[in-house]
């Protein structure tokens, strides 16, 4: 097998058609470095939302008078539309232009977190992030499809690089920016911060961006094949959303898992016949693109599942606030911002295969090194590994989209698009499902074994449980007035038993992405990338 995309008559997708030289770029319209200051601005607003709102969850929580699983469900909403429509967003920018689609992206996901903002009910809350998350989806691939489109194949990964720094650096400061909002502002504020950078989105849109498309752009619709990846992703997603509340034994679980696998199964049967299809299963012929799909997969487990618990061992085990949190994570923001760009450019002189295999291992190092964190870590050594772990994720960040949408015909850049940001958010809910369990079942086990070595009073099976629940998440479960010495107690078991949990989870990470490291060296520099800087312009 050849990691080169060949597509023959049976994928019904003609051969890409000699792309025109470019037309020379006439003041700000079609500028590749003012194209990506553009596009950065309304993916930094879709990033930022993915944090940001976590803040203000229990100040929405209080003033809307929802229960705990109205709040879960305004960021599931968000990620389930954002997971479940990527693809097809991404399909609609390669055949109605991806210009077209950005903007109404833009106004969207704006419009939505206006009416967000002027909400007085929980449930309209939860309705407007789902729209928040559709038109998330239609703004991410496009954004990839432009620079795609816009930079020569010698410049694509720098500026790869940059978007991709833009990315982490949002979704990590969201915290951070969202504790100040909802301190010192509103809850309202954290929506209504994205009106004002939606409408500057919009207005360097109108004026800069041009529209690129491949002269032989899809020019059809694959219905069937919409609904079908639609069902997949939905069933899929939304089993690991709730595995944690049924149960990974719970029969429903495993029906949608069952369900989702059968619409991944007809839909891949489906693509062999229809005329033009959602996903050319041509396109996986390439080993570099199908290792780059996987490897995004694995890092998001890796990074997102990891730092899931994190967040808890800082506020709750170490008593910070949400903003010392955040700013105790500036070691990893900082170096995915330094690295990303530097990654562009060592991607573009070596290629992808050694930076990724590198930035993975540097990932599970980091992974191994945060098991050994215990309560009293002082600040120094949690920097050293939050700071190798943005270190080893900027290559991946900025080679896997490279692989991904290099190695796509430019027809299907928005598709490719689409494959990365979907990659990353399966590995993302896959992460915080699959190392919560992990973390629930070491829990489970140490908990009565500890709690009894520490000669604390014995527990019914129903009050064990909600100790287990809140221990899961560093909470010491200390009843009021109870004696300083048993508080204590109480205190050290609870934290010492979440630290166990949280070691075994980051050492399943690290392993995760030592395996990544495997994948990573299947890669290869974007075959079709060249193919960017020819574009017609419309």
């Not at 939304?238 to 619409?263: E, K, N, R, V, Y």
């Not at 050994?372 to 590994?385: K, R």
């Not at 027809?411 to 399966?426: C, F, H, N, R, T």
């Not at 629930?440 to 520490?454: C, E, H, I, R």
Request: net charge negative; glycine share 12%; aromatic share 8%.
């Amino acid at each position: 097998m050849t990691s080169r995309i060949t597509i023959d008559k049976a994928d019904r997708i003609p051969e890409p058609a000699a792309a025109p030289d470019p037309a020379p770029a006439r003041g700000l319209r079609g500028h590749p470095w003012l194209t990506l200051f553009a596009v950065a601005i309304g993916v930094m607003m879709v990033a930022l939302d993915g944090t940001i709102v976590a803040i203000a969850n229990p100040v929405i929580q209080d003033k809307l008078d929802a229960s705990f699983a109205d709040v879960q469900w305004i960021t599931n909403g968000y990620f389930l539309a954002l997971a479940v429509t990527l693809i097809t967003a991404g399909k609609l920018g390669d055949r109605f232009g991806h210009r077209q689609t950005f903007l109404i992206g833009v106004v969207g996901f704006a419009a939505a977190s206006g009416a967000i903002g002027l909400s007085d009910s929980i449930a309209f809350v939860i309705t407007f992030r789902v729209f928040q998350g559709l038109f998330g989806a239609l703004l991410m691939p496009a954004a990839l499809g432009l620079l795609r489109a816009t930079f020569p194949a010698e410049k694509l990964n720098m500026a790869i690089g940059i978007w991709g720094m833009v990315i982490g650096a949002s979704t990590a400061g969201g915290p951070i920016l969202g504790g100040v909002l909802v301190e010192h502002v509103s809850w309202q504020s954290v929506f209504f911060i994205n009106v004002p950078v939606g409408v500057i989105a919009l207005v360097l849109g109108l004026f800069i961006l041009l529209d690129h498309r491949a002269q032989n752009a899809p020019r059809s619709f694959d219905v069937l094949g919409i609904v079908l990846l639609s069902g997949a992703m939905f069933c899929l997603v939304w089993a690991l959303i709730q595995a944690p509340t049924w149960g990974w034994g719970d029969g429903l679980t495993w029906a949608f898992i069952a369900g989702s696998a059968l619409c991944f199964l007809l839909f891949a049967v489906w693509e062999n016949f229809v005329s033009e299809p959602l996903i050319p299963l041509g396109l996986f012929r390439s080993v570099a693109l199908s290792a780059g799909v996987v490897l995004m997969v694995l890092m998001a487990i890796a990074f997102m599942g990891g730092l899931f618990f994190v967040t808890f061992y800082l506020q709750n085990v170490h008593g910070m606030s949400p903003i010392d949190s955040g700013l105790h994570l500036l070691p990893l923001t900082g170096m995915m911002i330094v690295g990303s760009p530097l990654a562009g450019a060592l991607i573009t002189k070596a290629g992808p295969r050694i930076p990724l295999a590198g930035g993975m291992a540097l990932t599970a190092i980091a992974m191994y090194g945060m098991s050994t964190l215990e309560p009293g870590t002082g600040s120094g050594v949690m920097s050293i590994w939050f700071a190798l772990l943005g270190l080893g994720l900027a290559p991946v960040m900025v080679g896997a989209t490279e692989v991904i949408v290099g190695n796509a015909p430019m027809e299907l850049s928005g598709v490719a698009g689409g494959l990365q940001q979907a990659a990353m958010q399966i590995g993302g809910s896959l992460g915080t499902a699959v190392l919560g369990a992990v973390m629930a079942s070491k829990v489970d086990t140490d908990l009565p074994g500890n709690w009894a070595a520490a000669k604390l009073p014995e527990l019914p099976p129903a009050q064990l449980d909600q100790v287990s629940e809140a221990v899961q998440v560093g909470v010491a479960p200390v009843p009021p007035g109870t004696p300083a010495p048993v508080a204590a107690q109480i205190t050290q078991v609870a934290h010492d038993t979440f630290m166990s949990g949280m070691g075994l989870a980051c050492l399943v990470a690290a392993a995760v992405a030592a395996f990544a490291v495997l994948v990573a060296l299947l890669t290869k520099r974007g075959e079709n990338a060249e193919a960017g800087a020819g574009a017609a312009h419309i």
